[in-house]
Structures are given as structure tokens and as C-alpha cells.
């Protein structure tokens, strides 16, 4: 696994496979545990994509998983995680980050030897932690994902055939995965229009602290504190374009960015460090009517900001 985990980057083998060269790959039965946007997206994608001939669910809501039915995003609901991995060739763990190790727990028992399980969460370094300590002997496995895509909105009713087009989804293999697991997820990810990229689980939660988890957490200060702030229903009513963009995170759901925000305590806190550093300097010039160093800063942003737009498109 050396060779996937020694280049994190976007180019390079086995990183610049694209989706016209991916060997197509099918699965006879694939289980979605967790009928959410995540877990019902990627069923939706999967049967348009011809990868999975029957698509299982199971969730703790049964409103959901009857949502999923309704829907097609599923064929049949599992009364069990046990039941679910009796049946399954791969299994897609869609559920929030701090249920991992129980939810494991529950399938192992039933999990196929010729079977693999991928998560969507996102943080790394918690869920191997917590897979590893579920699997024990067959951890080798479960193959950490986390698909750079979603909306502030959970549930299977926002869930969407193309989520995972043009998106990058970072694969973590770890030191017992075997290679034909990592060539199959690639190969099923290419396959739904998505980039991989290879990374080590603890810098994905460095770079994904800075780059998600630490705008979350500012979009929820900010709108909890035009909500403490006088005139709080005129703000609301006179907010445009700038407030939708800024605060559009904000409407994300609580129990999954609770979980996140904590289980990546340590790399989330050190980024709100820098940006504090950062906020506290803008307030300096501000305070002190500095426009030429107000300039800057913002030139700086904006500059940075437009190169990340370009680059993007390209």
C-alpha cells in the first residue's frame, strides 16, 4: 500500500486514472447503512451506473429507509446490520462519524469474507481508530473514504443521482488493505464521475480542518451571533447575496457536524488559532483606519480566492 499512500497529490499514478479509463466493476449486492443524502445519493448513482445488481438499505429511521423505497434508491430494506452483511458484496457506511464502532460491531459477525466496506465520513483518523478496534482480524477490510461532496441539507429526500460527479473523493488505505479493494473503489468511484485521491488519514483531517470543518464552525458563530445581536429579525429580513453564500453551511445538519467538529478537536482548534491570528489583524487595521494594510489583506484574499476559482474550472 506504500505506493497509494507516498503520493497524496492529484496527479501522478495511480492518482490521473480518469473515468474513460476505468475497468468497469459490478457487485452482486451492495448494502447502504444509512438511508441519508450521502448513503441514498450513492445508491441512486450506483443503479444508474449498472454497478450493483440489487442495492440493500438499512437505517435506524424506518421513515427513511421507506423514503429510500419510495424513492428507488434502494431494492429491499435489511431488518438488521447483521442480516444486511449476510447478503452484501460491499457495504457503504453512511452514518454520523461518532456511531462508527458500533455500527462495525454489528456487522461484523455477518460480514462476507469476500467483502469490503467503504465509510463517507468525514474524518479519518477516529474512524480507522474505532474500525480497527470493531474489526479486529478483518479490518483489512474496511476502506476509509471521505466523497468531497454534499449539501446543507441531510436526508434521503435530497439525495441525488450526480452528487458524486466531478467530485473528489479521498481514499485512506491503510497498511493491511489489500490492493484489490483500493483498484476496486477506484475503479466503483471513477466509474460515478468522482477524482481520487490517495492521502494518510491524519493529513486529511490536517487539510480538511482548515478547508470544512473550520468554515462550518464559523458559519455557526456567525449566524448564532446575529441571532444574540439587536434587530435580529431586520437583519434576517434585509440580508442578500453575501449573507446566503457566507451562511450557507450553516443550515448543515447538527448531529453530523457535532460529531465532526469533536472528533477532529485537536486539528479544528489549531485552525481556529490561525484564523483567530488573522481575525485579530483585520480588527487592528480596522480599529486604527488603516486602509493601505486593509487593502492588502483583502487583495491578498481576493487574489488567492481567484486562483483557487480558476484552478478549479480547469
Known amino acids: 500500500m506504500t505506493s497509494y499512500l507516498s503520493s497524496p497529490s492529484l496527479s501522478g499514478s495511480p492518482n490521473s486514472a480518469t473515468h474513460s479509463s476505468t475497468t468497469a466493476v459490478h457487485f452482486q449486492k451492495v448494502g447502504i447503512v444509512g438511508c441519508g443524502l450521502m448513503g441514498g ?23 427513511s429507509v421507506n423514503k429510500a423505497l419510495q424513492l428507488g434508491a434502494i431494492d429491499s430494506a435489511a431488518n438488521s446490520l447483521l442480516e444486511l452483511a449476510k447478503q452484501c458484496d460491499l457495504i457503504l457506511l453512511a452514518v454520523p462519524v461518532a456511531a462508527t464502532q458500533k455500527t462495525l460491531e454489528a ?116 449566524i448564532n451571533s446575529i441571532l444574540n445581536a439587536p434587530k435580529t429579525e431586520k437583519n434576517f429580513a434585509l440580508a442578500g447575496t453575501g449573507f446566503r453564500d457566507f451562511s450557507r453551511i450553516a443550515g448543515s445538519d447538527p448531529t453530523m457536524w457535532r460529531d465532526i467538529l469533536i472528533a477532529n478537536q485537536k486539528q479544528v482548534l489549531q485552525s481556529l488559532d490561525a484564523f483567530s491570528i488573522e481575525l485579530e489583524k483585520l480588527k487592528q487595521m480596522v480599529a486604527k483606519a488603516d486602509g493601505t494594510q486593509l487593502s492588502q489583506a483583502i487583495s491578498q484574499a481576493s487574489n488567492a480566492r481567484g486562483k483557487w476559482q480558476l484552478n478549479r474550472s480547469h
Not at 48 to 63: E, L, M, P, R, Y
Not at 160 to 167: A, I
Open 41 to 63: 445519493s450513492f445508491a441512486l448513482a450506483i443503479k444508474k451506473a449498472n454497478i450493483a445488481s440489487h442495492v440493500v438499505g438499512f437505517s435506524q429511521s424506518i421513515t
Open 107 to 222: 456487522i461484523l459477525p455477518g460480514l462476507q469474507k469476500h467483502a469490503f466496506i467503504m465509510d463517507v465520513g468525514s474524518t479519518k483518523l477516529d474512524v480507522c481508530e474505532a474500525a480497527e478496534l470493531a474489526l479486529g482480524d478483518s479490518y483489512s477490510q474496511f476502506l476509509p473514504c471521505h466523497p468531497i461532496a454534499g449539501r446543507e441539507r441531510a436526508g434521503i429526500e435530497h439525495s441525488c443521482v450526480d452528487l458524486y460527479e466531478n467530485c473528489k473523493v479521498i481514499l485512506c488505505p491503510h497498511s493491511s488493505t489489500p490492493e484489490s479493494i483500493v483498484l476496486k473503489a477506484q475503479s466503483l468511484w471513477q466509474t460515478l464521475g468522482s477524482q481520487i485521491v490517495f492521502m494518510q488519514a491524519q493529513e486529511h483531517d490536517e487539510i480538511y480542518a482548515t478547508v470544512s470543518h473550520l468554515p462550518h464552525l464559523l458559519a455557526f458563530a456567525y
